[in-house]
């Protein structure tokens, strides 16, 4: 009935019609099918050919042809139509009605859902109760401005009671997040269904509306084990599993607590049998491991996913090609057979944010790996284990490798219906590594020992807990030591990353200061350790710093490790809980080994002590508080998550990237440059020399703590200028100093000139 429309009218701004876009995605329904063609049953084929086709019927709306920016209109336009009032996926189902035998009423309410949630405007205001009375109100008294240039003038009855019948399905179902969740506990055949065919056509309409993308890349053909024994043989070692690789390579959802070294990485290529997701807690570690992967898989088959992975490939690639680009959109629309990510990028999704069906069906058919969970706070993993539980019941696999399992995790993991291993004696390290000295005294008083030790040609790293201790430490050090942080600059901080990893490889008598960024994110080995007391999970990190790569026990007399337990605790208190820090140094105490060691079985103990439910209960540790809030924000309605307290439970896990005060002209000059490219006509080009820029004002920019901005007590004196909204461009204000030998800092003058409390940034 429509067909002359659907080739006439329009679906792009580049001219290409409904029916071309149409055709565009059933392309890529092919391309997914062949390469996954069990991934759907045959119904739920049916269902998304279906939604293909109709997805874009609302485009036929002739002022949504008249918002399109081209000169030569399809249709005729008044002065001044560029609203098309009702976003065009809202408008589509208007024409699914004599389909309604076709399909079940479930089956009919997958459809409809798949439409109106293939984009995420509009989802807000019309998907609740009084929502349905607003979007159907709006449609009928708009009808003649959408429709009569293709002979539709009024909404039928018949229509209307047809779409608000499904309408109000939807919004009692599953768009209501309580609602929604008991679905995941309840009707999973009806939830798997639901997700896999609305979050399919987002991933197909995505590919569809871009220029070279696909759905999904050829899959991993070649034999894995193959593929890791030519890895091996490339890197001069003999090809040959080891025992826990063989045992448990083929099981199904598996937590393994394994040492570092010992081979988890040549597990997981093992374990990994479909398309595969790499998940690591930063940025420094994903970089580490995509290397790795390459080598494995070959380049072509891997991506890499993190906030600023673009400007990393860019700046890393052999040659400035589009193909970067390219591969860059593909990874971000999740079409690599293997793709390496921090856990932001997947698992926010069960927050159940518009267009989250995409990330929870791509998961469905996926391979995950996540390593080191035990280096996640409170506010990420218990998001993360209810994405692991809801997944799992849409297919997904879980492979969870880690050093150290908190107790009250591995109990989480257990009632999913985990495989829990966690004394395998194949992933236990026997090497006597850290030699412990608890140390009743502040990391100041720690001074001239530390100079001592260096001159007798030690490498000393030195961990403390906040980056203003590391900062003052530093100035007492400055002419021996070297200073590294989260809040330089990432130009200068990926400049001292590759230095801190070099001087310990090439020089004697070296001092690093640090802060947690070195816990997980650098494969360093230094000499010995000194730290500022924090929670047992930390400290043990901070160790694998140290006596790192080596084969043999440590034989110094020495003690190689130092944690000093005296810190400020108005600094302290809310990074690493008091009541966590006393217990963990007793736990120490307790396990450490006669000669003074501080032993892998010993550790792992510690940490499944540290973080049980009767440790938590007993200290009355504000842990489990935290815990607790989060499932209440998970197991809450949308709005929840924009009220203050999730905003308190979240913002010391989330960070901003601001530009220093000092770079404010910089990032003006670069700004301007991106408006000049605007003008290049080749649109390949353009958009390279836009990555470039983009990547030089990244290079400017230092994360800083999310409340340091939205604080209250700040009200007026406001810490930042938002330089331009569309790039994300903050600059911080002119009480933060900067230089590249300290990093961010208050300028303690001009906050008392400002009247701007101290207190807010501690």
Not at 106 to 135: P, Q, T, W
Not at 393 to 407: F, S, V
Not at 718 to 745: C, Q, T
Request: glycine residues 4%; hydrophobic residues 35%.
């Amino acid at each position: 009935m429509f067909t002359d429309y659907l080739k006439k009218l329009l679906a792009k701004s580049d001219g290409t019609t409904i029916e071309e876009h149409i055709n565009d995605l059933k392309k890529q329904f092919d391309v997914f099918t062949s390469y996954y063609p069990n991934v759907l049953t045959d119904k739920e084929k049916e269902i998304l050919k279906t939604a293909i086709h109709y997805h874009d019927y609302g485009k036929l709306n002739r002022l949504f042809q008249c918002k399109l920016p081209i000169k030569d209109k399809p249709v005729r336009c008044g002065a001044g139509e560029k609203d098309d009032r009702v976003p065009h996926q809202y408008l589509s189902p208007l024409f699914l009605r004599k389909l309604e035998s076709n399909f079940s009423p479930k089956e009919m309410l997958f459809l409809i859902y798949a439409i109106i949630n293939h984009h995420s405007r509009g989802r807000e205001e019309y998907l609740n109760s009084k929502g349905i009375d607003i979007l159907i109100n709006d449609i009928k008294g708009n009808i003649k401005d959408f429709f009569s240039h293709i002979g539709i003038t009024k909404l039928s009855l018949e229509t209307e009671e047809f779409y608000k019948k499904y309408l109000e399905h939807i919004v009692d179902e599953v768009a209501n997040i309580k609602n929604l969740n008991e679905k995941f506990e309840s009707e999973t055949d009806f939830i798997k269904s639901l997700i896999k065919i609305a979050g399919l056509l987002i991933r197909i309409d995505h590919s569809a509306s871009g220029e070279d993308l696909t759905v999904e890349e050829e899959p991993i053909s070649a034999d894995r084990e193959s593929l890791f024994f030519s890895y091996l043989k490339k890197k001069g070692i003999k090809p040959k599993l080891r025992p826990f690789q063989k045992k448990f390579k083929d099981r199904e959802n598996l937590v393994l607590v394994a040492d570092t070294g010992l081979g988890k990485t040549g597990l997981a290529v093992l374990w990994s049998k479909r398309k595969m997701f790499y998940i690591l807690p930063n940025r420094a570690s994903t970089n580490a491991m995509f290397e790795t992967m390459k080598d494995i898989f070959g380049s072509e088959k891997i991506g890499l996913l993190h906030s600023t992975s673009l400007f990393y490939i860019h700046e890393n690639a052999d040659s400035e090609d589009y193909t970067i680009l390219r591969d860059f959109e593909n990874t971000k629309n999740l079409s690599k057979p293997a793709t390496i990510s921090t856990a932001d990028q997947l698992f926010t999704a069960v927050f159940k944010y518009p267009t989250y069906e995409k990330i929870y069906a791509t998961l469905s058919y996926s391979d995950i790996i996540i390593d080191e969970i035990q280096g996640f706070e409170p506010a990420q993993i218990v998001p993360i284990i209810r994405q692991i539980k809801e997944t799992i019941k849409l297919g997904t696999r879980y492979l969870i490798i880690t050093a150290t399992l908190p107790q009250i995790v591995k109990e989480k993991l257990e009632k999913i219906g985990f495989e829990i291993k966690t004394n395998e004696p194949e992933t236990i390290d026997n090497t006597k590594r850290h030699k412990v000295e608890i140390v009743n005294r502040d990391i100041f008083s720690a001074v001239d020992k530390i100079i001592q030790l260096a001159d007798k040609g030690k490498n000393i790293l030195i961990i403390t807990n906040t980056v203003s201790t590391a900062q003052e430490l530093y100035q007492k050090l400055k002419d021996r030591a070297n200073l590294l942080h989260s809040r330089f600059i990432w130009k200068t901080r990926k400049g001292k990353e590759e230095q801190i990893r070099n001087d310990y490889k090439t020089k004697k008598g070296i001092i690093w200061i640090s802060t947690q960024l070195v816990e997980a994110s650098l494969d360093i080995d230094f000499d010995i350790l000194f730290t500022e007391v924090a929670t047992a999970d930390s400290l043990i990190q901070r160790m694998g710093r140290v006596w790192r790569n080596r084969t043999t026990d440590y034989s110094g007399k020495e003690p190689n490790v130092y944690i000093l337990t005296q810190v400020d605790e108005k600094k302290n208190s809310q990074i690493y809980e008091k009541a966590l820090r006393e217990e963990s140094i007793k736990l120490i105490e307790k396990y450490l080994s006669k000669d003074g060691f501080l032993l892998s079985q010993a550790k792992r103990k510690i940490v499944e002590i540290l973080y049980s439910q009767e440790t938590l209960e007993r200290l009355n540790s504000k842990y489990l508080e935290r815990w607790n809030e989060v499932e209440k924000v998970l197991n809450s309605n949308w709005d929840y998550l924009f009220k203050s307290e999730a905003q308190r439970i979240f913002r010391d896990t989330f960070s901003v990237e601001v530009v220093p005060y000092k770079f404010k002209e910089e990032a003006e000059r670069l700004l301007e440059n991106l408006e000049e490219i605007k003008q290049i006509p080749d649109r390949k080009e353009r958009r390279l020399k836009r990555i470039n820029i983009l990547k030089q004002l990244n290079d400017i920019k230092v994360p800083i703590p999310m409340y340091w901005l939205l604080d209250e007590r700040l009200k007026d004196k406001s810490p930042f200028e938002i330089l331009d909204k569309n790039y994300n461009i903050i600059v911080s204000a002119k009480y933060f100093e900067y230089d590249d030998k300290l990093g961010i800092r208050l300028n303690k003058d001009l906050l008392e000139k400002y009247g701007v409390d101290e207190d807010i940034f501690l």
